[in-house]
Each structure stands twice: as C-alpha cells, then as structure tokens.
C-alpha cells in the first residue's frame, strides 16, 4: 500500500518538474501522478536513481519528479473487479467508441474479435497502444481500424497503467493523436504468487473463472539476476438472448419492427407480381383474406414464437411471418484467453544491465449469430397449399425467371446457429541494454512482435450448392423440421474451414539516448535524441472454400485475393529539457518519420510550466502530428457491401417521394487508395493543478485537437444527400435506378474535438471509523465534429450518434475508499450522459421513419470489500453493476445488435465475484 501510496501521490514541487507537455490530463480511473513533497536534503546525501517516465526520453531524479499522467495502479484493477485490458479501458472516460467482443458481434466478418481503445473518440487508428514503452504488432485482420488487440495484454501482469493525452508524442510515434495508453507490467517480481478468481451473473449466463500464477527468483542488488514469469488463463461463458430480461423489455419488434428479418422458420414464400394477382383471382385466401403482399407465409398468424412472429408492421408485413433475431442469437461470446509473460534482468554492473521479455497470448472468442438463412427456389407442386393451382400458366408465369418456381426466404433451424471461432495470437520478443556510462543514459531495444488471426466458420455455414439443391428437391423441408435424411444432408455439409488468415510482422530497431548539457536556477538541463527502424508486413489469405463462393452466409469478397504487403519507417527524435529556475520549467522536442511510400513529416512539440506557489501549478503544451495511411488503407482489394436503408433522391422524385419504394440498402464498393498522404494534427492545451494540502488536490485542463488530410470515405448518406456534389459517385442502371455507389479512401475534410479533464482527490482522511479517501475524474467534451470534405459543413456528433457512433457530453469515474487495519472497501461509480439517437432508420414497409429517441444516461454502480487475512493471504468479494441496471433502449441501426448501444453498455447485468490471493517469498 505504501509503495502504491507513494507511486501516486505528490506535491506541487514536484509537480512542477512534471507538467513540461502535460497538457490534457484526462478521467482515468487512477489519479493525477501528483509527487509528494520532497524531504529535506540529508546531512550526506546519497545518489538517487533517476526514473523514466512516460512521455519523455530523458531520466529524472524521483525526489524531483512525477508523471504528468493519469495512473490505474494495480491496487485500482483489483477494486474494479475487471480481469482484461479492454474492461480496464471500457471504465476510462476519455476512451469513447473502442471495439469491444459485445459491439464486435455480427454476421459479418470485418475486424471480428479486435478489441480496442479510442482515445478523444476520434479513432482507433488515432491511439497508440504499447508495453512497457514499446509498440506491438497491430490487430493483423484488414479492416477500417488499426490498433493493438488489447487481448494481446497479459492484464494479470499490469504493474500500472499509464495514459498521456496531450498526443502526437514525439517520444513513441506522432500517430499517436488522440494519446498513448502504456501498460507496465512487472519487471523485478520475486517469490511465489497465486490469484483465483471467479464471477457469475445474477441471470446466468457470462460467468467467469480466473486463475494467475506469478514466480520470480533473483535479487538484482544481490545476486545480480531476476527472472519472473506471469501465467494467466481465463474463460467466460456465453451470453444469450434469452437469459436477459431486458431484451423483451426493449420491444423492438413494436419499436423496431423494419430492423428484423424477412428469413424464417417455417418459410415465408415471396411471389412474383403474376402470381400473387393470379392467386387473389383464382380465389387464394390468407388468413380468411385475399393477399395484399408479394411475401407470404402459409402459416400466419401462427408463426411459430418467440423468434418467429405474426408482425404486420415488420419487414414480413401482414401476409408473412418476421423473424425476431433478438430471440435467437448472443449477446457476449464465449472466450479463453491465455497469456504468460516472462522477463529476465541481467545486471552487467552497477549501471547497465541486459534484459529480455518474451509475451505470449491467445485469445479464442466463439461468436454465435442466428440461426442460417437462405434463399432458395422450390416449384410450387411441392408446396401442398398451392400445389392445386395452376402457376404454370402464361398468366400467373408472366415475371418467372424460371416457370413454376417461387422464392423461398428460409431460417435453417435445422442448420442450427451460425458460429465462428475466432483465434487471435500474439508473440513479443524484446531484447535490449540499459543504464548508464560515461555521464549518458541510455536505452537500446530489438523487438520482434507478431499477430496472428484465424477466423473459422465451425458451424451453421453451409454449402450453398447442396443446400439449395436439397431445398429444391425436397430432401431439407423448409416448413419444419426435416426427415432424417434431410437433417444428414445438412449436417454433411456444415463447413468447418478456417477461412480467412492474416498475420502481421513488426520488427524494430529503437534506441535513446541523454545527458546533461549544463546547469540553469532551476537544476540541470539536458539533452536526449533517439531514433527507431521499424520493418512492418502483413499477410491476408482467404482460404480456397471462401473464394469459390460456396459458403452460405459468408460471401466471397468480390476481387478478393490473397495480400501481402510491407513497408520500412523510420525516425529520428530529439528532447530538451530546460528548469530556467524554480518557477518557470520548459520541454522542447521534435520527430521525424518517414514511410515508405509515404513519405515523411517532421513534428514539434513545446511544452511548458509555472509553479508561482508550491500549491498551485500551471502547464501548458502546443504540437503537430501525422499518421501515415495504414496497409489496409493503401492495399487492401476491393470490398462489396451496402449501405443503411437510405433514400435515393432520384428515384424518390419519380414516386412522389415514398419512401416505401424509394428506400432501399444500395450496393457500394469501398476502395483502398495507393495514392492516400498522411492525416496531419495540431492540438494544444492548457492546465493548472491545485494541492492546498497533502489530502486535496484538483486538475483541470483544456484540450483542443484538429486533424486535417483526413483518411476516410465520404458517408453514403452524406452522398446521397448531396447529389450536385458526389452525383458522380453514384453509377446506375439503365432504368435509372442505382447499381452501386463508389466509397473510396481519399484525403478529404478535417476533425476537430475538444474539452476539459477533470480530477478531484481527497486522499488519507483519518477517523476513528478508519481512513476515508475519495476520487473523480471526467471528461467534459466541448466539440467533437467531422468535415467529410473541404468546403463542406461540420457534422458534430457530440451527444449525437452519427453514421457509427456517439461522444457523450459527459463522462466520468467516482470512487469512494475505506480502510480500517485489514479491512478495506471501495464503491465506485461509472457515467455516461445520454444522448440523441441516430433516429434516421427508415421502414421500407410503409414509408416511415422511426420515431425520435433520446437515449438515456448510463450509471453503473460497483461494491468491493478485501480482507487482508495476513500477510501472505488475501480475500476480496464485490458486485458489479449493483442495481442491476440495464442498456437503455436505441434506435440505432449501425450494429448487429438491436435495440440498445453496444458500444458503450454491457449486456451482462448485476455480476458477483470473488478472488483469492496468496503470495509468499
């Protein structure tokens, strides 16, 4: 406790030491890194050790300094109760919008299984991720996003974490905009440690078993050595659907009726034109009634519940079924993540030792959708109720591709759900020197990193060939179930293939070096340069079952083939440290990177501090960044998709403006871009720390961040919203009607965000009940808007989700903290204020467009209680989620899941957890 203690605590005067680039300092879950006040100087001063510290390259002495990061110590992660890198940043109130397993469920296949953090809410791509200071290999699937997959980070190795928010470092890579979240595991463990833990929900479903073990031997003072190797395994269960509540609660087939599917189980059959008007002239009757939709369904109103509804407003309508994928699907996947972590310090003498860390990870999520869908034809002699009618004839033939056939749109229950398995692997060498000689210190490091992700279709995927051949002959019944012999078909041929494999490969070279370049009033000055070549390759291979197109419900990409592709970056660095006297402290550093193919870009950064009293500190920083285009984004092959249900204003002229007939999910084709420059920043901010005592102290600090160049396509909705200008990204058929539209990857627009962080402690109270401490820390967004193009207006999305998400106004983390003698307890609680929703899904059926909602805020509340039982054995308990509050009720349309935000909210509900901990030396 008392090396956490002193870890995080400190006063203005060393603050002051600190603050250089501070700047944005925003709501973590630990505390602003305040030092605490430095004793007086010892009648013989002994040499102390000078530390590294996140967001500079040159050493310090500790008496003297302190982070001006927000911190998450180790003793923090435990009160949370959370077990991995991703809940850990899910509680951080500057991450908006990171990937997560709830938000990453789908039926599509794009960057399944990434989790990752998003600082500031402008991207992913915009975060930089790394351990213990160094990079690792991003998530290796192509997509939209570049980051580290945060199941990549051995969580139950985290010393702390550290987050610096000013951006652009000039220290780790200027593509680093939004920030740099740093995650510093153990480096000098000794002895024997054993962590179990366990978690169940309150519902079922989603429960969770830990279990650690850490051992270390070797005391660098003394022998000269440390070894230590950290082994983590985890599993969580499956979630479904129908182990929530909530969901019911949520009625989204009354709310959301036109988001649910046409596909169920027994078939809707859509007719042609001819057939639907030959069959109302022949006398055909639907639940007593002539027919009024070209879909039909044999078995209305009784639709085999709870999936499979009688919804005469859903996309069935009032002649055909709707099916409720909501009742039939998971809502958090299945896991087992493994990580070990192993470090070794050989100390070559007294100043300099030789390290080397080896992380290995596995993380395997199985995701389960619904259940296979499928459109299939079937002559109407097999179907009994319209086998007595005359299909075949001229009049009822009329529109037939092929005559006497009807549509089927089938749900396989048969099939069973579709389920993927998703691995994705991680491997991380790092070897390297550190320490002092001859007045300099320094730091050298080789790092070989590598991701590997398979994504596996293991069941419900089926032949497409064979299914629609069995359907059309009869063998699989697509009113119920089937015989057995059409249940053998379907399970000869469920595809267990791993169909798409990508791999990526960073290998580095980095080195940094200081030393002192004088004296000023305020101490030492100094000097540090450093320098990094980093090798960078990725490979993507879809298998050969994929590419033949044969795999029902998992599309081959059109012009898809397997990709590999490589680049070299390189960069140079420089810092100067300048105390001018007690007061007044300043930091100058620049970088340069440049990119093969690329090019290059150089980046300054000033920062500077003022400490006119030893309780009140100012700081302020100002800087520019690039990032450069990622592989994906330069060489990724083209991928055919769609878009929201969307209006075309062409049509829609022609219709007297239906939407019933002029919305529809148009095709795009979203290109890559060879010819993409480097996204440019420029971001400042401004702070001031307040410590009236050693209990109290505040921060507050304004951030501003503009983005230029930006890498992105321009939204399908903004194109068809503004034909005049992107009518030529539009191709349509001969008939008028549109064919698909061009999404390409260009340089267009600019971003703008910013905001203030703030953070309140109240530290060590001491009563006679025991020792009382409080802490808060928010982000307070002032500005958070998109240019899609230049010339084109903003498009804020603060408090507003747009296209694919939202940045709430306000977020924040509150932790109240008791200890008494082996007691301790802490309550903490998580917001989000709501939001307007995306309110734009438009129903094909009737023309209408779902009705305005206001999401509402989101407040989760945690419990934990520890008992220290000795020194050697701890117990901790906790709830999660206390008042079981569930996901609030949305509209949007972006995410598999319906009817609440997955990107923010977590399905699980109230959870109960218990750890124990041993450890001896």
């Not at 300099?440 to 590598?450: E, K, P, Q």
């Not at 409080?774 to 989700?801: C, E, M, W």
């Not at 977020?811 to 307890?825: I, K």
Request: aromatic share 8%; glycine share 8%.
């Amino acid at each position: 406790m008392g090396d956490v203690q002193s870890m995080r605590v400190s006063t203005m005067a060393r603050s002051v030491r600190l603050a250089l680039s501070a700047g944005a300092v925003a709501g973590l879950l630990g505390q602003a890194a305040l030092a605490q006040e430095a004793p007086a100087a010892p009648t013989n001063p002994t040499v102390l050790p000078r530390v590294e510290i996140t967001g500079s390259a040159i050493r310090r002495i500790e008496s003297e300094t302190a982070l001006p990061v927000q911190v998450i110590t180790r003793e923090e992660i435990e009160k949370a109760g959370v077990t991995t890198a991703s809940e850990l940043m899910a509680r951080v109130s500057a991450n908006v919008g990171g990937l997560t397993d709830g938000a990453s469920i789908t039926d599509g296949h794009d960057q399944r299984g990434f989790n990752s953090a998003n600082l500031r809410g402008i991207g992913t791509s915009s975060t930089l991720v790394l351990l213990n200071g160094r990079r690792m290999a991003n998530f290796a699937s192509p997509g939209d996003d570049t980051g580290v997959d945060l199941n990549n980070i051995p969580a139950a190795a985290i010393q702390r974490v550290e987050v610096l928010l000013d951006g652009a470092s000039a220290l780790y890579g200027t593509d680093a905009i939004g920030g740099v979240i740093n995650f510093i595991t153990r480096k000098d463990f000794q002895g024997v440690e054993l962590n179990a833990y366990g978690a169940k929900t309150d519902e079922g479903g989603a429960g969770k078993r830990t279990a650690t073990l850490t051992a270390g031997t070797g005391d660098l003072a003394r022998d000269g050595y440390n070894v230590f190797a950290v082994v983590d395994l985890q599993r969580t269960d499956a979630l479904s659907t129908s182990q929530r509540k909530f969901i019911d609660k949520l009625q989204i087939p009354e709310r959301l009726p036109h988001l649910l599917s046409g596909f169920t189980s027994p078939a809707n059959i859509r007719l042609t034109g001819a057939q639907r008007d030959y069959l109302n002239d022949n006398g055909f009757t639907l639940n007593g009634k002539p027919l009024t939709n070209r879909t039909i369904n044999l078995s209305v109103p009784n639709c085999a519940p709870p999936a499979n509804l009688y919804l005469p407003a859903g996309i069935g309508g009032v002649d055909a079924c709707t099916y409720n994928y909501m009742r039939d699907t998971e809502l958090y996947p299945k896991s087992d993540k493994a990580n070990l972590l192993t470090r070794g310090v050989l100390q070559l003498n007294a100043d300099n030792q030789l390290f080397a860390e080896i992380a290995l990870s596995r993380s395997k999520t199985n995701y389960v959708a619904s259940t296979a869908r499928v459109s299939a034809p079937i002559n109407y002699k097999k179907i009994p109720a319209l086998a007595k009618y005359n299909l075949d004839s001229d009049e009822a033939s009329a529109d037939d591709d092929v005559v006497g056939d009807v549509e089927l749109r089938i749900r396989l229950n048969d099939a069973g759900r579709r389920t993927s398995e998703l691995t994705s692997e991680s491997q991380r060498y790092v070897v390297g020197l550190t320490g002092s000689a001859r007045g300099f210190d320094y730091d050298i490091g080789l790092n070989h990193s590598v991701n590997t992700i398979k994504d596996k279709d293991t069941h419900g995927y089926l032949l497409y060939d064979k299914l629609v051949q069995g359907i059309y002959d009869g063998t699989i019944n697509p009113f119920g179930p089937s015989s057995a012999a059409g249940v053998a078909l379907l399970d000869s041929i469920q595809v267990n293939d791993d169909v798409r494999h990508a791999r990526g490969v960073m290998d580095s070279l980095d080195f940094k070096v200081s030393h002192a370049v004088g004296t000023l009033a305020g101490g030492e000055a100094a000097l540090a340069v450093g320098g990094e070549l980093r090798h960078e390759r990725t490979d993507f291979t879809p298998s050969a079952l994929l590419l033949s197109n044969n795999i029902n419900n998992d599309d081959a990409p059109e012009g898809g083939r397997p990709t590999s592709d490589k680049r070299t970056v390189q960069a140079v660095y420089g810092e100067l440290l300048l105390p001018f006297n007690k007061q007044w402290e300043a930091q100058l550093s620049a970088r340069y990177d440049h990119y093969q193919v690329v090019g290059g870009a150089a980046s300054p950064k000033i920062g500077v501090s003022y400490m006119p009293a030893k309780t009140m500190l100012f700081r302020a920083s100002a800087g520019r960044g690039f990032r450069a285009p990622s592989m994906s984004d330069l060489y990724r092959p083209t991928v055919y998709s769609s878009t929201a249900t969307l209006p075309d204003p062409v049509l829609c002229a022609t219709v007297d403006n239906s939407l019933a007939d002029c919305a529809d999910n148009w095709n795009t084709r979203r290109y890559s871009n060879v010819d993409l420059k480097p996204e440019h920043s420029r971001q400042y901010s401004l702070g001031m720390v307040i410590e009236p005592s050693k209990q109290a102290s505040m921060t507050l600090d304004y951030w501003n961040i503009k983005r230029t160049d930006l890498i992105s396509e321009i939204g399908d909705d903004i194109i068809l919203g503004n034909l005049a200008k992107y009518g030529s990204l539009v191709h349509r058929k001969a008939n008028g009607k549109i064919d698909y539209i061009d999404m390409r990857k260009e340089n267009r627009g600019a971003q703008l965000a910013s905001g203030l962080d703030l953070t309140l402690d109240y530290r060590d109270v001491k009563t006679w009940a025991g020792t009382f401490g409080g802490h808060l820390s928010g982000t307070y967004v002032l500005n958070s808007k998109i240019q899609n193009a230049v010339g084109d207006p903003y498009l804020s999305n603060l408090g507003r989700f747009v296209t694919d998400g939202v940045v709430p106004r306000w977020r924040h983390t509150v932790t109240f903290d008791w200890e008494r003698g082996p007691l301790s307890a802490s309550l903490s609680n998580t917001y989000s204020r709501g939001y307007e929703d995306q309110n734009s899904a438009i129903n094909t059926d009737d023309g209408t467009v779902v009705a305005a909602n206001h999401v509402k805020a989101y407040s989760l509340w945690d419990l934990s209680g520890a008992w220290q039982v000795n020194k050697a054995f701890k117990l901790r308990a906790g709830v999660q989620n206390l008042f079981d509050t569930a996901p609030p009720y949305s509209n949007q349309a972006f995410y598999f899941i319906s009817g609440y935000d997955p990107t923010y909210t977590d399905p699980r509900g109230r959870r109960f957890y218990a750890s124990a901990n041993y450890a001896f030396k």
